[in-house]
Each structure stands twice: as C-alpha cells, then as structure tokens.
C-alpha cells in the first residue's frame, strides 16, 4: 500500500517487566533504523571519514505524557495493546539488563495493522532492549526516556508484522 502517514498513527510498543506487550504514549520518537559508527580515516587512507561496519547501534529516544494508566497487554501476536501509561512501563525497565522486545510502528493513513512498516526486535536472553534513562519533567508532566541496545544484540530489522514477547 501506497501512501503517507501522520505522527499521530505511529506507536511505540514495548515488553514489560512481565514480559507482556505494551503500547507506550509517545509525543516524539528519534529516528528509526540502524546507524554505524563513523572515525576520521584521514591517518590510514585518503578518505575523509569511514564507517565501522563491525559497529552498529540503532538508538531510540522517546518522550510524550506522564501517565500512570494500567490496561491490559495485547491478546495475541499481531494485535496492538490498549494504551499504557509510560511511568507504569518505563519506571520498572530504567536500568534493567533484561532485553525487551521493542516495535516502532508506523500506521498508514490509519492505527497501524499487519503489513504497515514496522521497526523492531523480538527479544530473547541475549538480544533487544534496554531502557537506559527514564526521567520526568514536572513543569509539564511529560517524560523521556533512552533505549539502547543489549550488549551484543541482534540488530532491530524493518518488517511488517508485529514483534513479540520473548
């Protein structure tokens, strides 16, 4: 399918410390996809800089409205959760080593569905993410949160269908 969307049909979804499914609210989300690291290669050849192939990183940064709502997980793959609040989700992830399945998905012209673009990993024992800065910002009552990669982890991969709980 053809066509463009708006921020508002791009959602967030992440695996709790129960490891179920959740949809985070987020106002604005970093850019999504995978980068590599690049170094001034000036010393070593004639290229200005180059890239580390061996080095990959795909960061997600996020922010939106401080909520404290609990609601149910998704009933099955492929099934977007009800809405979570972010304290509930994020608070309990800050600092865990635990990797989370993380999908950024992008719905559109509509709340994504199966065959939308999406960017994510499923986690399993060595691979996902982790969320390693969680804070809120009283004057506005809104939060910001940092996921980053497990140490070692699979790269996160654009697809179409649903990530899901490890």
Same mark, same amino acid.
């Given at each position: ?6 921020? /508002? ?12 499914? /959740? +949809?985070? @609210? ?10 590599? %690291? ?7 050849? +004639? ?5 580390? @192939?061996?080095? #990959? +990183? ?11 709502? &609990? $609601? ?9 959760? $009800? =809405? ?8 309990? =992830? ?5 990797? !989370?399945?993380? +999908?950024?998905?992008?719905?559109? *012209? !509509? ?5 939308? #673009? *999406? ?6 024992? &060595? ?11 009283? $004057? ?7 996921? /980053?990669?497990? #140490?070692?982890? =699979? ?5 179409? %269908?649903? %990530?899901?709980?490890?």
């Amino acid at each position: 399918m053809a066509g463009r969307t708006v921020s /508002r049909f791009i959602n967030l979804v992440i695996s709790d410390d129960s490891n179920a499914i /959740r +949809d985070v @609210p987020i106002n604005d989300i970093s850019v999504c996809g995978v980068v590599y %690291e690049e170094q001034d290669m000036t010393a070593f050849q +004639d290229a200005v800089k180059g890239a580390l @192939p061996n080095m #990959p +990183d795909a960061p997600i940064d996020i922010s939106g409205p401080f909520d404290t709502t &609990t $609601s149910s997980a998704a009933s099955g793959t492929g099934t977007v959760p $009800s =809405l979570t609040g972010s304290h509930v989700v994020l608070m309990n =992830l800050n600092g865990g080593m635990t990797p !989370r399945s993380v +999908d950024v998905q992008f719905g559109i *012209q !509509r709340t994504w569905t199966t065959d939308d #673009p *999406q960017f994510g990993i499923t986690a399993s024992a &060595t691979s996902g993410y982790v969320v390693t800065s969680y804070t809120v910002n009283g $004057s506005d009552m809104t939060y910001s949160a940092s996921l /980053r990669l497990y #140490p070692g982890s =699979l790269l996160p991969a654009w697809g179409t %269908e649903a %990530e899901a709980a490890a």
